[in-house]
Nanobody
Framework: QVQLVESGGGLVQAGESLSLSCAAS????????MGWYRQAPGNQRELVAT???????NYADSVKGRFTISRDNAKNTVYLQMNSLKPEDTAFYFC??????????????WGQGTQVTVSS
C-alpha cells in the first residue's frame, strides 16, 4: 500500500512562518508531480503549489513570493515553506502525488491533511 503522510501544521500568528512536509511510503517505483492543496471551511479544495520530478514549480497567485515548494526525491518527500502567513491562509492542507507503485499503474494519491491556522 502506498500512502502520503503530512506533518508540520499548527497554529501561528499572522506574519509568522510554518513548514509542512509530506512523505510517501510503500512499494514505489517513481513519483511524478507532487503538490499541496488546501481547503478552508465552506470552500472548494484549491491548488497551492506543485513541483515536478525535475523541480519545475507552479504556485497559486495568492501565495507567490511567500510560499516555497521543494522536494527530496531520495526521500520521496515534498515540502512547503510558508512565510508571511495571513489569516486567509487558514485551511486544511493536503499533499498530492502522482505515484507509480510496483504493483500497478500510476495514480494520484492524497494525504490525510494537516490543519494550518493563522490568527490575526
Amino acid at each position: 500500500q502506498v500512502q502520503l503522510v503530512e506533518s508540520g501544521g499548527g497554529l501561528v500568528q499572522a506574519g509568522e512562518s510554518l513548514s509542512l512536509s509530506c512523505a510517501a511510503s510503500g512499494s514505489i517505483i517513481s513519483i511524478g508531480v507532487m503538490g499541496w492543496y488546501r481547503q478552508a471551511p465552506g470552500n472548494q479544495r484549491e491548488l497551492v503549489a506543485t513541483i515536478t520530478s525535475s523541480r519545475s514549480t507552479n504556485y497559486a497567485d495568492s501565495v507567490k513570493g511567500r510560499f516555497t515548494i521543494s522536494r527530496d526525491n531520495a526521500k520521496n518527500t515534498v515540502y512547503l515553506q510558508m512565510n508571511s502567513l495571513k489569516p486567509e491562509d487558514t485551511a486544511f492542507y493536503f499533499c498530492n502525488a502522482l505515484v507509480t507503485p510496483d504493483w500497478g499503474t500510476s495514480r494520484f494519491i492524497w494525504g490525510q491533511g494537516t490543519q494550518v491556522t493563522v490568527s490575526s
